[in-house]
């Protein structure tokens, strides 16, 4: 079983950053791909970053190229979100999965285990 707890969302105003984190807890962290999705109300979850089990391989949605770097701390069993250059079109709950495969995927199915989401608001 693996427990996945977001944090570090909030309210923002557009231009401004975030740093979303996910910690995780249960099984070998650092065996696993980890991905980050976001919901905004009425639309389905999306795709919004992920990486590889060692960190080598990075993958971001193109809404987000550029703004948005994912990483992560294999020793504090986190993965991270830093986002920059924050859009209102970015609000929405974000949730960190995990893909126990250890490649990183952008299809939601791909992933074994989800976090309780964090809500993200950016002010135009």
């Known amino acids: 079983q693996v427990q996945l707890v977001e944090s570090g969302g909030g309210l923002v105003q557009a231009g401004g950053s975030l740093r979303l984190s996910c910690a995780a807890s249960?099984?070998?962290?650092?065996?696993?791909?980890m991905g980050w999705f976001r919901q905004a109300p009425g639309k389905e979850r999306e795709f919004v970053a992920a990486?590889?089990?060692?960190?080598?391989?990075?993958y971001y949605a193109d809404s987000v190229k550029g703004r948005f770097t994912i990483s992560r701390d294999n020793a504090k069993n986190t993965v991270y979100l830093q986002m920059n250059s924050l859009k209102p079109e970015d609000t929405a709950v974000y949730y960190c999965?995990?893909?126990?495969?250890?490649?990183?995927?952008?299809?939601?199915?791909?992933?074994?285990?989800w976090g309780q989401g964090t809500q993200v608001t950016v002010s135009s």
């Open positions: 999965a995990a893909d126990l495969t250890g490649w990183a995927d952008p299809n939601p199915l791909g992933y074994d285990y």
């Open positions: 990486i590889s089990w060692s960190g080598g391989s990075t």
């Open positions: 249960g099984r070998t962290f650092s065996s696993y791909a």
